[in-house]
């Protein structure tokens, strides 16, 4: 294999683990409570610095989503340069300071990895979130995961369309990965949940370490889900929902949906179907947060991407 | 104690929204309100959307919990201007299905709940309400597609503190497990079909039918566990036990795995075997409720129909 194939990247030695940027996600509260107040042993790796970080922290004394904003939709460059003052909104002001300690978003100086920890109510099983599918050292990380896991599956979810994607706490990063578990209630602690969310996070600090010590790891191939199109729920003229997702749909997630198969039933029992050009594979099933802006469920497409061998510089 | 009569039920309110965040019922009230004209019934029917602030937010409650709200103490309370809402509205919504306890209040109240747990559908009446406990074993006969369970109260009315005692009747239908904040169509077809039947009772109970007595099992609060919490900071240190989690009613025993703390030890309920239920309920964590427990008992119901006009 011609070294020219191999691509090259600073050690990974500053990588951050997020909870709580959603207050109500209790998984990752837990956690990195468990890690800021107790032993950090299990998150040490050689030669590596991992913070563990609260990000929204009056979210979680609320037990809420968020205080004035959803603080993972506040990392955009408007927010990130707006003037700093009190006058800004909770997450914003959040946000700023977060982009100091972490960042700053673009630059050099910013954290080589972070881990931002969710919950859904979605049964989406153990998802890791990508944010842009030329991030080799990424898909190398996933694969790693993946592989350690098997036979459990871990979907990988790709969203890097502009028009859908989102700015992220976790954008802040060099490298940025989303951890989604579920499904979860919000504000409920599912033990299994935990432990699922603790196994990916233990071999993905582990690919940090290989990856730290010198090994070249091989090109691969990386199944994803892209994300296409968001659905809402059928609504009145008042914007009132009108139907639920449909029993056939819900828990399906990652699973096929086909022209003609039932999407979303009426409160009387009628059957909506779902029309579509071809078959999709629906995720973010009936999430909780997601009523208010106005989603359903997104649907994806599955792609294999290719990513180079890597190894450090 | 073979045949009781009672009056015939003539005004019955359906009530939603009493905790904001859970939605069956906020749902099914407008679907309720929207079918309402086209049925001929031998009894009132009204909808009742009981917390609609916490609706709005979509939160269990603003300040209080609203399903505290109920007690003879609060519903007298005099109220200022830094009175929780719920109390003021607790106060408005006896004014409207009550007074408790007077011979104004309507004769039904059914108050749809939501709970995290895997509690089923459960009916939650007062020991005293033979009409209440005859609705639960007519569900229980009628309803198929999942458990049906009773869950009684014992505690004397004036310090019933939740929304069904409001009623001349009155029954909590709680079903689960449904996350707050979502909406599952099988937990709301289930809730459907609960409320359902039980305008069916009614009205066949109105037109004169008698239902036999009977032998029904239930389920009351005995007892409390909460999770094992750091002393100082009162951070949970455990979750629920995989082998506890979504296993509510299933008899409990000394022993028997209850809670795995953070580090992954396993820690053993130590108590009387018990069934436990809410097992993980996303509202009690502030209670410090990790499971309740229950007794089970076997009640003996007379049989019961409309008294016939003098």
């Known amino acids: 294999m011609s070294s020219n194939n191999v691509a090259s990247f600073n050690e990974a030695r500053r990588v951050a683990i997020f909870g709580g940027t959603h207050g109500n996600e209790m998984s990752g509260v837990t956690l990195v409570n468990l890690w800021m107040m107790n032993s950090r042993e299990e998150i040490q790796r050689k030669g590596v610095e991992t913070q563990p970080f609260i990000t929204n922290p009056k979210a979680v004394e609320k037990c809420s989503r968020y205080v004035d904003t959803d603080l993972n939709r506040a990392f955009t460059t408007e927010n990130l340069s707006a003037p700093n003052g009190k006058d800004l909104p909770y997450e914003v002001q959040r946000a700023q300071e977060i982009n100091r300690l972490f960042g700053p978003k673009g630059s050099s100086e910013a954290y080589d990895v972070i881990f931002d920890l969710h919950n859904t109510t979605s049964n989406m099983g153990c998802t890791l979130i990508l944010e842009s599918s030329k991030d080799h050292f990424n898909l190398q990380m996933m694969n790693y995961i993946k592989k350690a896991i098997a036979p459990d599956s871990c979907p990988v979810l790709l969203n890097e369309d502009p028009g859908l994607k989102y700015a992220t706490a976790r954008s802040v990063a060099k490298h940025s990965v989303g951890l989604e578990v579920g499904p979860q209630p919000q504000g409920v602690l599912r033990s299994n949940i935990f432990e699922a969310m603790r196994i990916i996070l233990k071999h993905a600090l582990d690919f940090i370490e290989l990856f730290n010590e010198g090994v070249e790891f091989p090109p691969c191939t990386v199944d994803v889900f892209k994300v296409s199109e968001r659905m809402d729920y059928p609504r009145d003229a008042n914007g009132n929902i009108i139907a639920m997702v449909h029993p056939n749909l819900q828990d399906c997630d990652w699973e096929p949906l086909t022209p003609g198969d039932p999407m979303f039933q009426t409160f009387d029992g009628k059957t909506i179907p779902y029309e579509g050009a071809g078959a999709v594979y629906p995720t973010f099933i009936n999430e909780a947060a997601y009523y208010e802006k106005q989603q359903a469920f997104v649907t994806t497409r599955r792609e294999t991407l290719a990513a180079n061998a890597i190894r450090k510089v | ?310």
């Open chain 2, 1 to 310: 104690m073979d045949h009781l009569g009672f009056k015939p039920l003539s005004r019955v309110a359906v009530c939603g929204g009493t905790h904001g965040n859970e939605m069956s019922g906020v749902y099914l009230l407008k679907e309720l309100q929207v079918s309402q004209p086209e049925r001929v019934r031998s009894f009132s029917l009204s909808t009742l959307l009981v917390n609609p602030r916490a609706v709005d937010a979509c939160r269990r409650y603003t300040e209080k919990d609203m399903n505290r709200c109920f007690t003879d103490a609060l519903l007298s309370a005099p109220t200022t201007a830094t009175t929780p809402y719920e109390v003021t509205r607790a106060q408005e919504v006896n004014g409207q299905l009550g007074p408790k306890g007077s011979e104004k209040a309507v004769d039904l109240i059914c108050d749809l709940h939501n709970t995290t747990a895997n509690m089923g559908l459960c009916i939650i009446t007062h020991v005293s309400d033979w009409l209440g406990l005859h609705l639960f074993k007519y569900l229980q006969e009628k309803i198929t597609s999942a458990p049906v369970r009773l869950i009684l109260l014992k505690s004397p009315f004036s310090e019933v503190y939740s929304l069904e005692s409001v009623g001349k009747h009155g029954f909590t239908l709680e079903v689960g497990p449904q996350p707050q904040g979502v909406l599952r169509a099988d937990i709301y077809n289930l809730m459907r079909e609960g409320v359902n039947r039980a305008l069916e009772w009614v009205e066949s109970f109105n037109s004169g039918t008698v239902f036999e007595g009977g032998e029904v099992e239930a389920y009351i609060d005995v007892d409390t566990k909460d999770y094992p919490r750091d002393p100082k900071t009162q951070e949970l240190t455990a979750a629920i036990h995989p082998q506890l989690q979504d296993n509510d009613f299933c008899l409990l025993k000394p022993g028997d795995p209850a809670f795995v703390s953070l580090s992954g030890e396993t820690i053993c309920y130590e108590g009387e075997a018990l069934y436990p239920f809410f097992v993980n309920e996303g509202a009690y964590y502030e209670q410090n409720t990790a499971f309740k427990l229950a007794q089970r008992e076997t009640l003996l119901l007379p049989a019961v129909s409309v008294k016939k006009p003098q």
